[in-house]
């Protein structure tokens, strides 16, 4: 089976650009999930798609963020006008649907923002 | 409001030495799942074991073992015979019911010292 994987895997970028990440979840898992880890945090929820709807979006997703699942398989994560505040590990997991009965989520290795 | 407390920040142990990692939750939901997650200096976070509000029987997985505890609202986990591949920090997390994000709380970093 392949894991979930992401790229890139590290970004740096300087402030105001935009940058964009791509999240490949299980294959046969229709939820996907995006969250954000800072240094010795947990992660946080972003947002969550079930196939190619976004169902939630957490209040920590601003205006400069924007997610996409376009065809209910990989989706993308769009920062634009990146501050420092942005900097962090951004992780994808996905999961099945809740008629499974299976709850847990797999992550991806995650990418590594830094804004300067 | 739900809520996820790992006291322990960080926890050093000589190898082959149990540690058991503290987790307490808060939920006002009566149905809720709890998680725990390894994230080895990899970085990757790996699912380790899930369990539903409704079932308090405790798990064993080879040197892992679950304590769930509804009455403390705990779900305590214990490494029995540690070894130094055990380093990480560990994450314990909680979903509700109709919720589709883990709430997770702050981690505990394992060390074990050879």
């Known amino acids: 089976d392949t894991g979930v994987s992401q790229d890139p895997r590290h970004k740096i970028t300087k402030r105001g650009q935009n940058v964009t990440f791509r999240c490949d979840p299980i294959s046969e898992h229709n939820r996907l999930y995006w969250y954000r880890q800072t240094l010795g945090q947990g992660p946080e929820f972003l947002t969550y798609?079930?196939?190619?709807?976004?169902?939630?979006k957490s209040r920590l997703l601003s205006d400069r963020f924007s997610a996409e699942r376009p065809k209910g398989s990989f989706s993308t994560l769009e920062i634009q006008r990146t501050e420092q505040g942005d900097s962090a590990m951004y992780l994808c997991?996905?999961?099945?649907?809740?008629?499974?009965?299976?709850?847990?989520?797999?992550f991806g290795p995650g990418t590594r923002l830094t804004v300067t | 409001a739900q809520k996820v407390t790992q006291a322990q920040t960080e926890i050093s142990v000589v190898e082959k030495e149990d540690v058991t990692l503290d987790c307490v939750y808060e939920t006002r939901d009566t149905t809720y799942y709890l998680f725990w997650y390894k994230q080895p200096p990899s970085g990757e976070l790996v699912f380790l074991i899930r369990r539903n509000s409704f079932d308090e029987q405790n798990e064993i997985s080879g040197r892992y073992s679950w304590n769930f505890q509804k009455s403390t609202s705990s779900f305590n986990f214990t490494i029995t015979a540690s070894q130094v591949v055990d380093s990480a920090v560990y994450f314990c997390a909680l979903s509700e019911t109709g919720a589709n994000n883990l709430f997770f709380g702050t981690g505990t970093r394992l060390t074990v010292i050879p």
């Open positions: 997991a996905s999961s099945l649907g809740a008629t499974s009965g299976k709850y847990e989520q797999y």
């Open positions: 798609f079930q196939n190619e709807a976004q169902l939630e």
